[in-house]
């Protein structure tokens, strides 16, 4: 069959789109190349083939378009042999993205078939996946980088995978820079048949990766976890669990999940293994992965920080108030407030007279810096507070100057008649003396005596016909003699009503 040459033309064409026929009356033409999506060189020679029903007696019209819309001759009156040669010249502004083809019957022009676009460039573009790599064996969870090189192919591309054997493809993501790198988390999902597919969003050009498998890791890191932050120069236990017999380990440590460095090789799968962290592995997403010898099995870890040594901050706690000497009145709510350094989050707190034992307030509480008290029934000239770290009973202060507790305004209060006897002996005392709280609800006589655990009377004390109401009374050693600190015993007498309390005195 005989040629027709055309002219060296400087037009360029790129996208494919549809082959078209057109019939009308007994005519008919079908273009069969190109066929769009190919890409045409500059200087090579190309035919362009299509095939009429019948010959078109008048030849065959040959147009093109840059655009899809604007069409221009490219040849006319072109015998129609179903061929015709065109070479491509050296062009400018390569490549071009927008052209058809078409060819139509010279006689009725409605006779017509438009080609699918295609592209004339000087270079192939090129889009070449490296990573990963056909049999490469991927792990659920894991991050992997999708890799690729490219040739003069555009400026964005969309990345796919499949994992059933392309039955079905997922989009990876739609759009991204066409810089050669993208991070991919795999799926949690096991699959024997997978691939990955890289195309020109812009474009026909594309690329697939070989057949590669995703396995569910057979080492499960327990530490470090992505709640850890290590710190260089310490020392710690990377712990895992191995599933299977993974025999001995080999253990690698990456700071960029790119360049991994070993760790470790040839470790008894025993779960736990000490590690000093060097200074040379100070990151904020650093990732340990292992593999068993024995049975291939593998395991990634979460991302973890490793940062310089920083000694912890001191803990130390200071009582603020009470701390000036303060006197206070039992019954009411007192504020108790102090201030800490380092992470402390829980705190216990005491009170005391001098020379007594820590009383608890609470056993242990919220760390605040505050606590409201209900300050006890009880007189004090010479109290303290003490905050305690609830976790560490070194860290602890107390108050630096005594408070005192009184009755305050609780003496007036209690003026009204009491329904019953209550009687109290208070924590406080003078030299030779002791004080009790004495509730009658009737008058009557009452008698005070503080009695050691001997049997001796070291303070006696009778008042005659004391009014019914609420008095504070003292206990006294008639013979001027110091009531020593001990354990005693109270007795109280008020006409009918007698009681006894087991006290112990402080210093």
Same mark, same amino acid.
């Given at each position: #069959?005989?040629?027709?040459?055309?002219?060296?033309?400087?037009?360029?064409?790129?996208?494919?789109?549809?082959?078209?026929?057109?019939?009308?009356?007994?005519?008919?033409?079908?273009?069969?190349?190109?066929?769009?999506?190919?890409?045409?060189?500059?200087?090579?020679?190309?035919?362009?083939?299509? /095939?009429?029903?019948?010959?078109?007696?008048?030849?065959?019209?040959?147009?093109?378009?840059?655009?899809?819309?604007?069409?221009?001759?490219?040849?006319?009156?072109?015998?129609?042999?179903?061929?015709?040669?065109?070479?491509?010249?050296?062009?400018?502004?390569?490549?071009?993205?927008?052209?058809?083809?078409?060819?139509?019957?010279?006689?009725?022009?409605?006779?017509?078939?438009?080609?699918?676009?295609?592209?004339?460039?000087?270079?192939?573009?090129?889009?070449?996946?490296?990573?990963?790599?056909?049999?490469? $064996?991927?792990h659920m969870g894991d991050l992997a980088i999708v890799r690729w090189d490219q040739?003069?192919?555009?400026?964005?591309?969309?990345?796919?995978?499949?994992?059933?054997?392309?039955?079905?493809?997922?989009?990876?993501?739609?759009?991204?820079?066409?810089?050669?790198?993208?991070?991919?988390? !795999?799926?949690?999902?096991?699959?024997?048949?997978?691939?990955?597919?890289?195309?020109?969003?812009?474009?026909?050009?594309?690329?697939?990766?070989?057949?590669?498998?995703? !396995?569910?890791?057979?080492?499960?890191? /327990?530490?470090?976890?992505?709640?850890?932050?290590?710190c260089i120069d310490s020392t710690y236990d990377i712990q895992w669990a191995s599933?299977? *017999?993974?025999?001995?380990?080999? #253990?690698?440590?990456?700071?960029?999940?790119?360049?991994? &460095?070993?760790?470790?090789?040839?470790?008894?799968?025993?779960?736990?293994?000490?590690? !000093?962290?060097? &200074?040379?592995?100070?990151?904020?997403?650093?990732?340990?992965?292992?593999?068993?010898?024995?049975?291939?099995?593998?395991?990634?870890?979460?991302?973890?920080?490793?940062?310089?040594?920083?000694?912890?901050?001191?803990?130390?706690?200071?009582?603020?108030?009470?701390?000036?000497?303060?006197?206070?009145?039992?019954?009411?709510?007192?504020?108790?407030?102090?201030?800490?350094?380092?992470?402390?989050?829980?705190?216990?707190?005491?009170?005391?007279?001098?020379?007594? &034992?820590?009383?608890?307030?609470?056993?242990?509480?919220?760390?605040?810096?505050?606590?409201?008290?209900?300050?006890?029934?009880?007189?004090?000239?010479?109290?303290?507070?003490?905050?305690?770290?609830? *976790?560490?009973?070194?860290?602890?202060?107390?108050?630096?100057?005594?408070?005192?507790?009184?009755?305050?305004?609780?003496?007036?209060?209690?003026?009204?008649?009491?329904?019953?006897?209550?009687?109290?002996?208070?924590?406080?005392?003078?030299?030779?003396?002791?004080?009790?709280?004495?509730?009658?609800?009737?008058?009557?006589?009452?008698?005070?005596?503080?009695?050691?655990?001997?049997?001796?009377?070291?303070?006696? /004390?009778?008042?005659?016909?004391?009014?019914?109401?609420?008095?504070?009374?003292?206990?006294?050693? *008639?013979?001027?003699? !110091?009531?020593?600190?001990? #354990?005693?015993?109270?007795?109280?007498?008020?006409?009918?009503? $007698?009681? /006894?309390?087991?006290?112990?005195?402080?210093?």
């Open positions: #069959m005989k040629k027709n040459r055309g002219k060296n033309l400087g037009w360029g064409l790129v996208v494919a789109l549809v082959i078209a026929s057109k019939s009308f009356g007994q005519g008919t033409i079908t273009l069969d190349y190109p066929v769009g999506g190919e890409f045409w060189m500059v200087d090579s020679t190309y035919t362009i083939q299509w /095939t009429s029903t019948p010959t078109a007696a008048s030849g065959i019209n040959i147009d093109y378009s840059l655009d899809i819309i604007n069409w221009n001759p490219l040849a006319a009156n072109v015998p129609d042999t179903g061929e015709y040669e065109l070479k491509i010249p050296q062009l400018s502004e390569l490549p071009y993205k927008s052209v058809l083809i078409r060819v139509s019957d010279a006689a009725d022009p409605s006779i017509n078939a438009n080609s699918k676009a295609f592209s004339i460039v000087d270079t192939l573009p090129v889009l070449s996946l490296t990573s990963p790599k056909a049999d490469t $064996v991927m040739v003069k192919s555009g400026d964005w591309v969309k990345i796919q995978y499949t994992i059933d054997a392309g039955n079905n493809w997922e989009e990876l993501v739609f759009n991204t820079e066409n810089d050669g790198a993208y991070n991919w988390p !795999v799926p949690s999902q096991k699959a024997d048949s997978c691939k990955i597919a890289i195309i020109e969003t812009d474009g026909w050009v594309t690329d697939t990766s070989g057949w590669f498998k995703i !396995v569910q890791p057979e080492i499960q890191f /327990t530490f470090p976890t992505s709640a850890d932050t290590l599933f299977g *017999n993974a025999g001995l380990i080999y #253990m690698e440590v990456t700071k960029d999940n790119a360049t991994w &460095d070993t760790l470790f090789s040839d470790l008894d799968d025993d779960g736990s293994e000490s590690f !000093v962290v060097p &200074d040379t592995l100070e990151c904020d997403s650093c990732r340990l992965r292992a593999w068993g010898t024995q049975n291939d099995g593998f395991g990634i870890s979460e991302y973890f920080a490793i940062q310089p040594n920083q000694s912890p901050q001191e803990k130390t706690i200071t009582v603020t108030s009470p701390n000036n000497g303060e006197t206070i009145s039992s019954g009411n709510s007192y504020t108790i407030t102090w201030s800490n350094t380092g992470s402390i989050d829980s705190i216990s707190i005491y009170y005391k007279n001098a020379g007594a &034992d820590w009383t608890p307030i609470v056993a242990k509480t919220a760390n605040k810096n505050s606590y409201q008290w209900t300050v006890p029934d009880i007189v004090c000239s010479s109290c303290f507070i003490g905050v305690q770290d609830a *976790n560490n009973a070194t860290t602890i202060d107390s108050s630096d100057v005594p408070f005192a507790i009184d009755l305050g305004t609780k003496a007036t209060a209690k003026s009204k008649k009491p329904e019953s006897f209550s009687a109290n002996v208070l924590q406080t005392r003078g030299n030779n003396t002791m004080k009790a709280m004495i509730g009658l609800p009737h008058k009557s006589d009452v008698t005070l005596s503080l009695i050691s655990l001997h049997g001796r009377t070291r303070a006696h /004390t009778t008042y005659e016909n004391v009014n019914s109401g609420y008095h504070l009374l003292d206990i006294i050693n *008639n013979r001027q003699k !110091v009531i020593t600190p001990g #354990m005693y015993i109270a007795n109280i007498e008020a006409g009918k009503y $007698v009681t /006894t309390r087991v006290i112990t005195l402080f210093d």
